[in-house]
């Protein structure tokens, strides 16, 4: 837990995801797996969904925000609906 910690990633969202992958992910591949890795994973993720929703005509109206204890979440609109984004 404490590499999750240096890295920043939330480590409860590491163990959890991590675990669901472990069992299918190749030998070759399962240096991914780490908690670097991983959360490296997951900015890259986010900052392709933030591009794809600017790219359809989204806009933010509020930028990934964390909650302490309750994970992250953004909102952005888009056609002018309101849509709201959780990472737990």
């Known amino acids: 837990m404490l590499s999750c ?3 920043g990633a939330d480590p409860e969202a590491y163990l959890e995801d ?3 992958k472990v069992a299918t992910t190749p030998a070759s591949e399962i240096a991914s797996l780490t908690p ?4 490296a994973m997951q900015v890259e993720q986010r900052k392709l969904t ?4 600017k790219a ?3 806009e933010f109206a509020l930028p990934p925000t964390e909650i302490p204890g309750r994970g992250k979440f ?6 002018g609906i309101q849509h709201g984004l959780w990472q737990l």
């Open 50 to 53: 933030r591009k794809a929703a």
């Open 18 to 20: 991590v675990l669901m």
């Open 74 to 79: 953004a909102i952005y609109i888009q056609g």
């Open 56 to 58: 359809t005509g989204g």
């Open 5 to 7: 910690k240096q890295c």
């Open 36 to 39: 670097w890795a991983w959360q």
